[in-house]
């Protein structure tokens, strides 16, 4: 295969004797690497190298300017908008810098496109005063200032041309106008040098006057990068712009076309891979390389339409790669050490008199955190024991080791929202981090990156008066580390080539293999980040959305048209705005066929094993055994049972092991948080009356003390957490109703004309189960919610923040409770009514649970049911009820204690 730049060199070769008086330019500079490698590779004797430039280093050579960085541009801009006398109202720079990146990049489309300023804004002021056409005659303060700001625009544009010309700076669109008014200039002194345009698709209207004039001058020469077959076809968008330079270009009306190509009718095998997901992507590419040859790896060129590709395509290359060229880097804001930064920066732009505890923890639990900090993890344990949601710096340091007390004093002492001690904080972690993980190179690369970062802020910091606030620090570091990147070096043109969609123009390769090419990626679909409407690019002949499909188009088609071997993967995941739709570009090599390629179309699914669930078990060793006989004499709880009965490996874990769930910060009150509340208020209400009647006075006395008791409760219970505001407020608003509803029921239960005496309250129970089999003692223990007499009926009483219906309550076959969860609250009813019929004898008693989510239905009784449809129930727990829960017991307790059956898990909807 004969790539399109050596077909060049050669032309120049034969065309002219001495290459080395040329100025050859290119679209990048990457592709002027390319050409001078393959220029030396296509001599056979010692020559003088022609003068190699992209086309913005020559338009800074014809404009004497330089391009100035976006950052120093965002600071020069907001000088000259502070110069700006016809913008009454300004912005501070944080709200400028907002928006003002749309509105530059509008200038540099309309310096590019040489389009007349004054015609221009003055279009642009009358259509936006038109937007608001439908106002009032009377017209506000704030409809008066916006339409004066777009009508100040001409002198925005104009203070900032002349304030970077002071300094022979400017913004891409202004160089390359500068260079278009010059260029007369630059053709009276160097009109006798010979230009040559290497490869060049889409021209904005600057290029394309410097290239006609320089053609004009007869010493100059252009070469495009097209196949006569997309040439040919009027509707073909990758040759849109060369058809329309063809027609209109004065030059070309008296000098022929150069002939083209035709590459991309002759042999190609396509495969059009459908991959789930960016990563499926990235491995299959790896198998594909993996069973190439070196030879074809050193003509294969991996093309990433979503450049976020690159760090999981790196993982996945086979060991048969040995080098590797990599045209891209890796944007700094990918690493963990540039994240920490951020967040640090974000915590701190606001400058907190309190830490909210998400911040604090998302620092603490960080990989840096862990080399600055000898033990931020037990900052982070305090933080969730002591559920504290906003913390001060005093109570930071109070949670801290000794030895991490300076450091903290370092990362959350304020910064008084000043951008120099935010950037001398930055500067003296990156040095700590420096001296303490000196031997990674990664990191030192990393770190002197970082640096250079702070470094250029605080000298634009130096500069500017307006980069003083920690948020424009932190806007400002935010947009730096999305565009600056770690960079791979290595040989650029030996081994696989790995590469974006802009980075192939002018290039080659037999073997092409890309990636994402998926619609709304390739094309990128309509942008429109512009302050620009639709109908004024229209009437200014501004390039539109499909213009730039063109440009997309062009790329995507240029590298096929010499290639053999062409993969192209797309993912078919739907995830948010990403639909999963291959591009159009698919769709089109298919519709337009020609005879010599081959297509296949293959979906790429990963290998699923299919594996039976084995259900966990967990034999009986001797430790576990004396583990339970521990439990067992120390006494097993109801809820103990009832999670053996859910799933027996629960109970492993939780009573056996002892395996307690990961505290965390409680930001909102959580069910059993909320329980705890109500019980403990109604243990502080009811505790004193132990063994007296409720009366009115007494009960309404009590809901006087709901508020005050629910305040004192929340502030022991939620520790730290806040309930004065949010959803917290309206869970303490839901416990002061529980409370108020159950002494409202009980007010009403009195006026009825029935008597409640109160016996016990929040009582420990113990009862030992003698079980003769076993040579241990079994107990079992628990604590009741409360003990009453109504009517002069014995209650056991269980209290329930959630929502209990009767049908909770009732059984039909005794040996369903203990091997069915669903009669859970049954089963504990029950070992209440055990427990407590050691102390008071129970016979003709009522067992059940009061629900707070159900009190309409007041006390739900445990029944028994001779029949799952039978309305014949029976409530009164008596000694054959005990008896037979007894029995059930002893069963469900043997089963656990019996050391040849082991933890069994169950299959669970949870």
Request: hydrophobic share 35%.
């Amino acid at each position: 295969m004969r790539t399109f730049l050596e077909e060049t060199i050669e032309s120049l070769l034969k065309e002219y004797e001495d290459i080395s008086q040329l100025t050859l330019i290119l679209p990048s500079k990457r592709a002027g690497g390319f050409l001078k490698h393959h220029l030396r590779t296509a001599t056979n004797r010692t020559i003088f190298s022609p003068h190699i430039i992209s086309i913005e280093e020559f338009v800074e050579e014809l404009s004497d300017l330089r391009i100035i960085d976006a950052s120093h541009l965002l600071f020069k801009s907001y000088q000259a908008y502070q110069q700006t006398d016809s913008i009454s109202e300004k912005e501070d720079f944080d709200s400028f810098s907002s928006w003002i990146q749309t509105l530059l990049n509008d200038f540099s489309e309309i310096d590019r496109y040489l389009i007349d300023t004054e015609s221009f804004f003055s279009y642009l002021g009358s259509i936006k005063s038109m937007e608001l056409w439908n106002v009032k005659s009377e017209q506000t303060e704030l409809i008066q200032n916006y339409i004066s700001f777009w009508e100040s625009l001409p002198e925005f544009y104009t203070n900032l041309k002349e304030l970077l010309l002071q300094d022979k700076l400017g913004y891409q669109g202004m160089v390359y106008r500068k260079a278009s008014e010059d260029l007369e200039h630059y053709i009276l002194n160097h009109g006798h040098k010979q230009h040559v345009f290497i490869g060049f698709n889409a021209l904005n209207n600057a290029e394309q006057h410097i290239i006609q004039e320089l053609l004009e001058t007869g010493n100059s020469k252009i070469y495009w990068d097209m196949d006569i077959h997309f040439f040919n076809d009027p509707q073909h968008s990758a040759s849109r712009f060369l058809r329309a330079y063809k027609k209109n270009w004065k030059y070309y009306s008296s000098n022929p076309f150069p002939a083209l190509p035709n590459n991309y009718q002759r042999e190609k095998n396509f495969r059009f891979a459908e991959v789930q997901k960016n990563t499926g992507q990235a491995k299959y590419v790896g198998q594909l390389i993996k069973e190439m040859t070196s030879e074809e790896i050193a003509n294969t060129a991996i093309v990433l339409a979503d450049e976020t590709l690159l760090v999981p395509l790196l993982y996945s290359l086979p060991p048969n790669i040995d080098t590797v060229n990599i045209t891209m880097g890796v944007s700094l804001r990918s690493f963990p050490t540039t994240q920490f930064f951020n967040s640090l920066l974000y915590t701190h732009q606001s400058d907190p008199e309190t830490f909210y505890y998400k911040d604090l923890i998302r620092l603490m639990t960080h990989p840096v955190a862990s080399v600055l900090l000898c033990s931020p993890e037990h900052i982070v344990s305090e933080i969730s024991s002591k559920n504290l949601t906003h913390i001060t710096l005093e109570k930071l340091l109070s949670l801290a080791e000794s030895m991490d007390r300076e450091i903290l004093m370092v990362l959350f002492d304020s910064w008084q929202d000043r951008a120099n001690t935010a950037l001398e904080t930055c500067l003296n972690i990156i040095q700590q981090l420096h001296e303490k993980t000196a031997s990674h190179k990664i990191d030192k690369v990393l770190y002197f990156q970082l640096h250079t970062i702070f470094k250029k802020i605080r000298s634009l910091s130096d500069q500017y008066a307006h980069l003083k606030s920690v948020k424009t620090v932190y806007s400002l570091f935010s947009e730096l580390i999305a565009t600056t990147t770690l960079d791979f070096k290595g040989d650029a043109f030996t081994g696989l080539q790995i590469m974006g969609v802009l980075e192939t123009r002018v290039l080659d390769f037999e073997h092409v293999i890309m990636t994402s090419v998926n619609e709304g990626v390739l094309p990128s679909g309509k942008s429109n980040a512009s302050f620009i409407t639709y109908d004024l690019k229209a009437e200014f002949g501004l390039p539109m959305y499909y213009e730039k499909d063109a440009i997309y188009t062009y790329h995507f088609y240029r590298l096929l048209q010499r290639a053999k071997n062409i993969t192209l993967l797309y993912n078919n995941f739907t995830d948010g705005i990403n639909t999963g739709e291959r591009s159009r570009f698919l769709l089109q090599l298919e519709v337009e066929k020609q005879p010599h390629h081959q297509i296949k179309q293959e979906v790429i699914t990963p290998k699923i094993q299919l594996h039976s669930k084995t259900l966990k078990q967990i034999e009986k060793t001797t430790d576990v055994m004396e583990r339970i006989q521990e439990i067992a004499i120390n006494g097993f709880s109801p809820s103990s049972l009832t999670s053996y009965i859910r799933n027996p490996i629960d109970f492993y874990q939780q009573k056996v092991l002892g395996i307690k769930e990961l505290e965390e910060v409680e930001e909102t009150v959580d069910y059993n948080t909320l329980g705890t509340i109500v019980h403990d208020t109604l243990q502080v209400f009811y505790e004193p009356l132990e063994g007296s009647f409720l009366t009115l006075e007494l009960l309404h006395q009590l809901k006087e003390k709901v508020e005050t008791e629910i305040t004192v409760q929340f502030k022991k219970t939620f520790k730290g957490g806040t309930f004065l505001i949010g959803k917290n407020l309206i869970i303490f608003e839901v416990a002061k109703r529980y409370v108020q509803n159950l002494i409202d029921m009980e007010i009403g239960e009195l006026k009825a004309g029935n008597s409640i005496k109160i016996l016990k309250i929040e009582s420990d129970l113990r009862i030992e189960i003698p079980i003769p089999q076993l040579d241990f003692p079994v107990n079992l223990r628990g604590k009741v919610d409360r003990v009453d007499e109504y009517n002069g009926v014995l209650r056991i009483i269980d209290y329930k923040t959630g929502s209990v219906t009767q049908g909770d309550l009732e059984i039909v076959d005794w040996e369903s409770l203990n091997t069915d969860y669903k009669y859970s609250k049954a089963f504990q009813v029950l070992a209440y009514a055990l427990m407590m019929d050691g102390e008071l004898n129970v016979h003709e008693a009522n067992a059940g649970i009061i629900s707070f989510k159900n009190l309409k239905n007041g006390f739900l009784k445990f029944a028994t049911k001779p029949s799952s449809h039978s309305r014949t129930k029976n409530y009164e727990i008596n000694a054959e009820v005990l008896q037979r829960f007894k029995n059930e017991l002893r069963k469900l307790i043997m089963e656990i204690c019996d050391d040849e059956k082991p933890f069994i898990e169950k299959e669970t909807d949870t």
